[in-house]
């Protein structure tokens, strides 16, 4: 597999400013356990959640605007804006991406595009990125931002302890070294169905996030899936799981989050958990992570990261990154 050169020139990360206890939860609604309870469960202590009425665009754009300072960059600098949404963004027309830029630029002339791979959503757009950009365009701004408060009800309660709100971005450009040295992609159609979030004119019904089938056959697949896409280009790449620097996995929940790192022999030091704290937040899980992972000032050129996620679909897919000189 050759080697596609891309340089990170810049990240950022956003959260609504509420933030939801697992024991507030649990003391306010009908949960059927304690709030120690659902923190053992999920391993979530907290998440933040949206205002009514937040966009979506707008916290994409708080990431956004980060990313470009970090990277010496103006919204005008980029050739094309991706917007990353496991829900489809605030609307289905015109994109979302459009509003995320006009919140930071309204005389933004690049493209915008919205994209959606459920979980796995950014890094695809990562990987698709890194290929632009070795062709020579760029710089791509990739923004992931999710309010999947909006779509869970207590009734549901497996979704309703989990999910948080959150945006992260990271901005590619050209580069001669580094890059992407390896990566693995796929889905598993017979999973197709065990999580959904249905659009309201097909059902008829609100939009709410619903896990189908039950948690020992989600998890058994999704740790399957995200270990096979992990392998795959561990191995092409000639590492050892205990050899990349670091590991920057989509954090599902707490416990699955464990089982999955406990499973590909990942060693802790290599990982920055952050799904405790804003608990499952889709799409925006891998790059809010990546950026909180170079904000540690630990980053140096020549480290090879492992990203890696795994979604409804079910998706899944890894990458082998390197830093750039």
Wanted: aromatic share 4%.
């Amino acid at each position: 597999m050759r080697r596609v050169p891309a340089r990170i020139l810049g990240t950022g990360s956003a959260l609504p400013p509420r933030i939801v206890t697992t024991h507030e939860l649990a003391a306010n609604h009908d949960l059927g356990m304690t709030g120690e309870e659902a923190v053992r469960r999920t391993g979530i202590y907290a998440r933040r959640w949206s205002a009514p009425g937040a966009r979506s665009a707008d916290l994409g754009a708080e990431a956004l605007r980060l990313a470009l300072v970090d990277a010496g960059l103006k919204l005008g600098d980029l050739e094309r804006v991706i917007f990353v949404s496991s829900t489809g963004g605030d609307q289905l027309i015109p994109s979302t991406a459009s509003h995320c830029a006009a919140a930071i630029d309204p005389d933004f002339r690049g493209g915008c595009v919205d994209f959606n791979n459920a979980c796995t959503g950014f890094l695809s757009a990562f990987d698709l990125a890194a290929r632009v950009v070795a062709t020579g365009s760029g710089p791509i701004g990739i923004v992931a931002a999710e309010i999947l408060s909006r779509y869970v009800r207590p009734e549901h309660r497996r979704s309703f302890l989990v999910m948080g709100d959150a945006a992260g971005a990271a901005i590619v450009g050209a580069s001669e070294s580094g890059g992407v040295l390896a990566h693995h992609f796929g889905t598993d159609l017979s999973l197709r169905d065990a999580i959904r979030l249905e659009h309201p004119s097909v059902s008829g019904e609100p939009s709410l996030l619903r896990f189908i089938s039950s948690n020992r056959e989600i998890g058994a697949a999704a740790t399957a899936a995200i270990c096979r896409s992990a392998r795959h280009v561990l191995e092409t790449s000639k590492l050892s799981p205990c050899e990349p620097r670091f590991v920057v996995p989509h954090q599902p929940n707490g416990r699955l989050h464990e089982h999955i790192l406990a499973t590909l022999e990942i060693p802790a030091s290599r990982v920055l958990s952050t799904v405790d704290q804003i608990g499952s937040v889709g799409a925006a899980s891998l790059p809010y992570t990546l950026d909180q992972v170079r904000r540690t000032g630990q980053v140096s050129s020549g480290d090879q990261m492992l990203l890696m996620a795994v979604g409804a679909g079910a998706s899944h897919g890894a990458m082998v990154f390197e830093v750039a000189a």
